[in-house]
Nanobody, 122 residues
Framework: QVQVTESGGGLVEAGGSLRLSCAAS????????MAWYKQAPGEERDLVAE???????NYADTVKGRVTIARDSAKNTVYLEMNTLEPQDKAVYHC????????????????WGQGTQVTVSS
């Protein structure tokens, strides 16, 4: 099993910043892609940013220039630095690590975290 723990959400004024963290732990051989998604009430879960095992990044158009994703592979941790936050950034942010279990079959896995709430006041 793999445990995924997100932190760093909160209430911030428009124009402010937040730094989200997500740590994966458990029976992990290797984590490849790590991603952040957001889900607002009544809406689908959408990709915000992702980072590969080699460090390649991909961002949603709505956050380019405002958001930076980074990872510490030794700690199986991914970060999301969000700046110039806007009211439309309000959502629950979920972390999604993809990887390989540490077992004889090297089975792949993907997990979702419970999410951390980001609220931006106007």
């Amino acid at each position: 099993q793999v445990q995924v723990t997100e932190s760093g959400g909160g209430l911030v004024e428009a124009g402010g910043s937040l730094r989200l963290s997500c740590a994966a732990s458990g029976n992990i051989m290797r984590i490849s892609n790590m991603a952040w998604y957001k889900q607002a009430p009544g809406e689908e879960r959408d990709l915000v940013a992702e980072i590969s095992g080699g460090g390649s990044t991909n961002y949603a158009d709505t956050v380019k220039g405002r958001v930076t994703i980074a990872r510490d592979s030794a700690k199986n941790t991914v970060y999301l630095e969000m700046n110039t936050l806007e009211p439309q950034d309000k959502a629950v942010y979920h972390c999604k690590p993809d990887g390989i279990y540490r077992d004889a079959d090297y089975r792949p896995f993907e997990y979702w975290g419970q999410g951390t709430q980001v609220t931006v006041s106007s």
